[in-house]
């Protein structure tokens, strides 16, 4: 069973940075894509940006230029670069794995809320 532990949210302003990080317990270059989705209150969860074990990159329109994903394979972690922030952003954001075969991953979530 894979494990995906979230890391790096919390209160920021308008404007600033978070860097969030997903840690698996398995290498992470054997999934097809790694990726991270958020959840706003009354909203559905939505892809915010993946990263595939072979190709590019991935991000919402909303994202672009923001957003940052990359991976260290050594520390089986993806991180997620938030820069400009926006009080949209605000959301719990989840971790995914999607492995070649069988069902995907999720970690439990991480709370990003950008407010002044």
């Known amino acids: 069973q894979v494990q995906l532990v979230e890391s790096g949210g919390g209160l920021v302003q308008p404007g600033g940075s978070l860097r969030l990080s997903c840690a698996a317990s398995s290498n992470i270059f054997s999934f097809n894509t790694m990726g991270w989705y958020r959840q706003a209150p009354g909203k559905q969860r939505e892809l915010v940006a993946h990263?595939?074990?072979?190709?590019?990159?991935e991000y919402a329109e909303s994202v672009k230029g923001r957003f940052t994903i990359s991976r260290d394979i050594g520390k089986n972690t993806v991180y997620l670069q938030m820069n400009s922030l926006k009080p949209e952003d605000t959301a719990v954001y989840y971790c995914n794995a999607l492995p070649p075969v069988g069902m995907e991953y999720w970690g439990k979530g991480t709370l990003v809320t950008v407010s002044s």
């Open positions: 990263i595939p074990s072979v190709g590019i990159t």
